[in-house]
């Protein structure tokens, strides 16, 4: 139910950006020496030498390195992703959504047929023409319409592809590294980056990278902290304590202040020396999973290949008379039963349908690990081990965790949670980060399926971080947490209860990635609307949702998921990128999320109104 793909405008780079970052592929290891800009007496010297030898910077052209020259956002998340062996290409990709689609040698029907794709085709997407995606597939390089490509992660409105940050800025934000600007989809890549965003990148960096920092200085404070941001306050502070970022001669950290390339050089040495090193996990995109019915039903694209694309919504938006009167969802004093705190999510699992199983795992968390067994939804500890590490492999049944130099085996299913600290967020194969416990079985192919069980808030924080934009208006991001909410309490918990799991983390369901898309955003939504469900005649509601509409909302065979016109979803067609694709790949039932989006700014609807809309005949109740 993956709907979080948002507008899409493509900017060019700025020739200097280009200049500055684009990779001059040396024929040798680099070092500080190759630059008649850098002098052996300069305080940066070693710094530079660090960064090229490791392969984090290039020069601007073959003999400088223009030490004064600014850095970027796109800049900074490139070094970073140079940092982590990231393979940027990997995550550009996308998937043909319509049979028999034609890769053609240019951006029109006019150009040459190279191959015909079949639908659910695997693609990267190189860059845009028009309404055209380049790509490159296994059959050679080409042009696929617009209409029949879906990328299949999100990318910033201002992040071109084809851009060189392009792929490390789709990885940065599915890392949570990064979030955007703050104020909009985007993500400013040309905009000189700050010495307070570069100290919260380089926090959250090092938990991605599953690595902690010596806090090796006192804690001091800088005579302007007063004017470092609330959000980058303890990055800052980790940085300073671990002498990443100091202050100037009259000790002010200049939170706002830009950084050269020799000051980002230095930064990346002395955090290299906090962390002592670490070895990066993976960082290759978590494995795509097939289209599969469920919360937001299947992604197939049945029409003709490169009919002509729709301009627009498939029904004409309304005039000012032909929006309905407000039926909101109202609040009813009565409680509503539900299934208990705790959810059992599959986040690497087998099932007869679908298989993201994984050969091993590794849990990392500061807090050190309870291991034992949680079978259901109690957790039996026993023993506690301090290392911040925990390895997990399978052999037959017999489970092995490795945790500070110390080996402990396990029959038929295995348990870890954080010690000591029930709030402690523990990183998954160097990837997403996530509250609550993990219980860990045997799969049907010998790998291993792997269950978060976690608290039902935590878990509609993630879900809602992942499908949502924390960037939309707050009474639409209340009516998505409800739906969340309601969506994962009525799912049909049996389905998938013979491998331990109440519902599956992925797209056949809704997609959860722990905290890696929450915002204070999407978070003060999933609190303000804590525990509350929508309900038709005194149960929880099945609240099917998906990206667009077109204008017409599909019946989905409940007497509150109706059939009838969408009037206000086209007030927001504008800022949806090939908006008639995401249209032919919804299923269409119960909410739209740019609907409900709509709703909310440009017709100033609150969230029960908006719940009201969508799910016809619905209440709000509380969870008992």
């Known amino acids: 139910m993956n709907i979080k ?35 052996s007496s300069d305080w940066y010297y070693g710094a530079v030498d660090f960064a090229v030898s490791r392969g984090l910077f290039t020069g601007t052209s073959s003999t400088s390195f223009s030490p004064n020259g600014q850095m970027t956002r796109g800049m900074f998340i490139t070094v970073l992703g140079r940092y982590a062996g990231v393979n940027a290409s990997a995550w550009l990709s996308g998937t043909v959504t319509g049979s028999g689609v034609n890769l053609r040698s240019g951006p029109g029907t006019d150009s040459g047929i190279i191959t015909t794709m079949a639908q659910g085709t695997d693609v990267t997407i190189l860059g845009k023409s028009g309404g055209w995606y380049q790509v490159r597939t296994a059959a050679g390089t080409g042009y696929v319409s617009g209409d029949y490509m879906k990328p299949d992660r999100h990318s910033f409105s201002d992040v071109g592809y084809g851009q060189y940050y392009a792929g490390y800025a789709v990885w940065a934000y599915e890392k949570g590294i990064v979030n955007g600007d703050g104020s909009s989809d985007k993500f400013s890549p040309n905009s000189s980056i700050t010495r307070e965003q570069m100290c919260t990148m380089l926090s959250r960096f090092a938990s991605v990278m599953g690595t902690s920092l010596a806090q090796s200085q006192s804690a001091s404070s800088f005579v302007d902290g007063g004017s470092i941001s609330s959000w980058a306050a303890d990055s800052v502070s980790a940085m300073q304590r671990s002498g990443v970022v100091q202050g100037d001669g009259n000790g002010a950290f200049r939170p706002r202040g830009t950084a050269t390339r020799a000051e980002t050089a230095t930064m990346l040495q002395r955090f290299e020396s906090a962390c002592g090193g670490f070895s990066a996990p993976n960082q290759d995109p978590p494995a795509k999973q097939n289209s599969q019915s469920g919360g937001s039903g299947n992604d197939n694209n049945n029409k003709t290949p490169e009919t002509t694309p729709p301009s627009g919504s498939t029904t004409p938006p309304p005039s000012d008379g032909e929006y309905p009167a407000d039926t909101p969802a109202a609040l009813i004093g009565s409680t509503v039963p539900t299934k208990g705190s705790l959810i059992r999510v599959g986040l690497y699992y087998k099932t007869n349908s679908y298989d993201t199983s994984v050969d091993s795992v590794t849990l990392s968390c500061g807090s050190g690990f309870d291991i034992g067994s949680m079978p259901e939804r109690s957790f039996s500890t026993d023993r506690t081990v301090s290392a911040g590490t925990a390895s997990i492999t399978l052999s037959g049944t017999t489970f092995t965790v490795s945790a500070g130099g110390e080996s402990y085996t396990y029959e038929g299913s295995v348990a870890l949670r954080p010690a000591g600290d029930a709030r402690a967020l523990t990183t998954v194969n160097g990837g997403y980060s996530y509250y609550g416990a993990f219980e860990l079985r045997p799969a049907k192919n010998g790998k291993i399926d792997l269950i978060n069980i976690v608290g039902i808030e935590d878990y509609v924080k993630g879900v809602l971080g992942s499908e949502f934009s924390g960037y939309w208006p707050a009474e639409a991001l209340k009516a998505a947490a409800v739906a969340c909410r309601s969506f994962g309490m009525q799912y049909d918990w049996s ?37 509350l469900y929508l309900t038709y005649q005194g149960s929880i509601c099945t609240t099917c949702y998906s990206s667009c509409n077109g204008g017409q909302i599909a019946s989905g065979g409940a007497p509150y998921l109706q059939a009838k016109a969408d009037p206000y979803e086209a007030k927001a067609a504008g800022e949806i990128s090939d908006y008639s694709s995401w249209v032919n790949a919804s299923h269409k039932m119960g909410m739209s999320a740019w609907g409900c989006y709509a709703m909310a700014k440009y017709f100033n609807k609150t969230y029960d109104v908006i719940l009201g809309f969508y799910y016809t005949g619905t209440s709000l109740q509380y969870g008992a």
């Open 5 to 39: 793909t948002k507008a899409k405008r493509f900017l060019a780079a700025l020739l200097i950006a280009a200049l500055v970052c684009v990779p001059l592929t040396p024929a040798y290891a680099m070092s500080a020496g190759d630059f008649q800009d850098v002098r």
């Open 495 to 531: 389905t998938y209860a013979g491998y331990g799991m109440d519902i599956l983390s992925g797209s056949n369901c809704q997609v959860y990635r722990g905290r890696y898309g929450a915002t204070d955003s999407t978070d003060a939504a999933a609190d303000a609307t804590r525990n």
